[in-house]
Each structure stands twice: as C-alpha cells, then as structure tokens.
C-alpha cells in the first residue's frame, strides 16, 4: 500500500512540474479519454522515476561523494535534475507524451517534484497517524 501511495504522490508532483515551461505532458483534451490518457503517464512517468533514482541515485551519491561534500550537498541538486532529465529521456523513449527540454527545466522539475512530494507525504503520514 506504501508504494501505491508513493507512485500516486510522485504522479501529482510530477504533474505540478507540468506548469513549467519546458516541461510537457501530451496533448491536453478535455474529454475523459485525454484525461485518463494524461493520468496513466503520469503514473507511469512516476514509476519510471522511482525506477532512475532507486538505481542511479545511489551510484551517483557514491561516484559524487567529494562534489557533495565539497558543495556542502548542493551537487544533489544537479544530480536530482540530471535523473529527472533522464526520466523525461526513458519517458520519450517508452512513447509516453511526457518531455523535459533541457537542464534548466529539469533543474528547477527536481525542486518543485522535491517539494510537493515532501509535503504530501507529511500530509498523509500525519492523517496517517492513529490518534492518541
């Protein structure tokens, strides 16, 4: 249930991204068969998502261990922006209508996927928790 939730949290950030230029998501029909076709991209664009960093993060922290300490962590934000670049790349390639332009894009897709993300965990961690 756990990562259900997760992939439905990430799907909703990812789609906030969408409001950035240079971040898209196919064609935007108003009728319920765009809507669903725009839902089920963005849940699987979150599961590939989930994918790239579950198995680049983790290299990337440990080949880049002297950039972050030497930025004082700041390089993860380059690298959350490289994975979500990369994410937008696998998207294009599996012919989901999702695409991210370019570095700035992604850079600034990684901070807003971050933040929401973030908050709608701690919103559903805390309705969540059982009251004493």
């Known amino acids: 249930m756990a990562l259900v939730v997760h992939v439905l949290i990430t799907a909703v950030a990812v789609w906030m ?7 898209t998501l196919g064609d935007r029909g108003f009728g319920t068969e765009g809507l669903a076709a725009q839902v089920l991209t963005l849940l699987v664009v ?10 680049l993060k983790p290299v990337a922290k440990t080949l880049g261990c002297v950039l972050y300490i030497l930025t004082l962590g700041l ?10 670049w990369l994410t937008g790349w696998v ?11 370019g570095f700035w894009s992604a850079f600034w897709g990684a ?9 709608l965990h701690g919103i559903v961690r805390r309705v969540a928790e059982p009251e004493d």
């Open 17 to 23: 991204t969408t409001a950035l230029p240079g971040i």
């Open 46 to 55: 979150a599961v590939v998502f989930g994918v790239v960093n579950a198995v």
């Open 75 to 84: 390089f993860g934000l380059v690298v959350n922006a490289l994975l979500f």
């Open 91 to 101: 998207a294009g390639r599996l012919d989901l209508p999702f695409h991210v332009d």
């Open 111 to 119: 901070i807003i996927v971050t933040v929401v993300s973030s908050l």
